[in-house]
C-alpha cells in the first residue's frame, strides 16, 4: 500500500461540536454521513497503510468504523473544543499511533471531512507531489476567482485599497492566477509535524491543483446544500 516503500497514516479529523453546523461530521449528505465521503476517499486510496479517524465523539466513531476507518482511541477533552488547532490533534494521533499503537510512519495525511468532494485521485496525487518533489509536505489547493487587487479595507465610512497601485484599467485576466488552500488533504512528513511543528512547511512545500467545482469547504448550511447540490450534478453527469 505504501507509496515508495514510504509507511503513510492518514487521520480524519471530526470532533463532534460544531457552532454553525450542529452535527456537520455525520449530517446526511446525498443520502451518507458526509464523513463518509473522506473515509471511501481514502480506502479506494492506493497508499494508505494505515486510516484513523480522531474524534471524541462515539456516534462519530461508530460510524466511521462502519464505513472502514479505525478510531482506536478518543480524543482527549482537552483536544475537542473549538481552540484545539489541527497541529496538536494531529501529533496527538501520530504519538498514540507511535506509542502505543505500534504503528511508527514517514508521512502523516490530513484529511478533512467537511471537504466531501474529495476522491482518491486526490488523496494520491498528494501523496505523489509530496514525494516525487522532495519536499517537507504538499497540500492540496484550487484557484481563485475573487482577486485580492479588487478587495478593500474598510475604514468607517471609507474604502482602502487592500493592495496599493493597482491600475484602475486593469483587468483580471492581466494578473497572474492565484491559488487558495482548499482544506481538503495535507501531507506532510512525520518530522516536520513532529519535530518542528508545521503541517504546511512554508519553505519546502508542493501543492496539488483540485478544480474549484470539487473544494467546497463545509461550514455553514449554504455549503451544504451547495455541496449537496454539486454531488447530484456529478452523479447526473
Known sequence: ????????????????????????????????????????????????????????????????????????????????????????????????????????PDIVVLIQPTSPLVLAEDVNGTIEKMVDNDTNSCFSVCEITQRPEWMFIVDGDMARPYIKNVPEIARSQ???????TNGAVYAMKTDILMKRNMIRDRQNSSVYLMPSHRSIDIDTPTDFKLAELMMKEMQNK
Open 1 to 104: 500500500m505504501a507509496y515508495k516503500n514510504k509507511i503513510i497514516l492518514i487521520v480524519i479529523t471530526a470532533r463532534g461540536g460544531s457552532k454553525r453546523l450542529p452535527g456537520k461530521n455525520i449530517k446526511l449528505l446525498n443520502g451518507k454521513p458526509m464523513i463518509a465521503y473522506a473515509i471511501e476517499a481514502v480506502k479506494y486510496s492506493k497508499y494508505a497503510d494505515r486510516l484513523i479517524v480522531s474524534t471524541d465523539n462515539p456516534e462519530i466513531a461508530s460510524i466511521s468504523r462502519q464505513y472502514g476507518a479505525e478510531t482506536p482511541f478518543m480524543r482527549p477533552n482537552e483536544l475537542s473544543d473549538d481552540t484545539a488547532s489541527s497541529l496538536t490533534v494531529l501529533q496527538h494521533a501520530v504519538k498514540w499511533m507511535e506509542d502505543k499503537g505500534n504503528f511508527k
Open 174 to 180: 492581466d494578473f497572474p492566477p492565484l491559488f487558495i
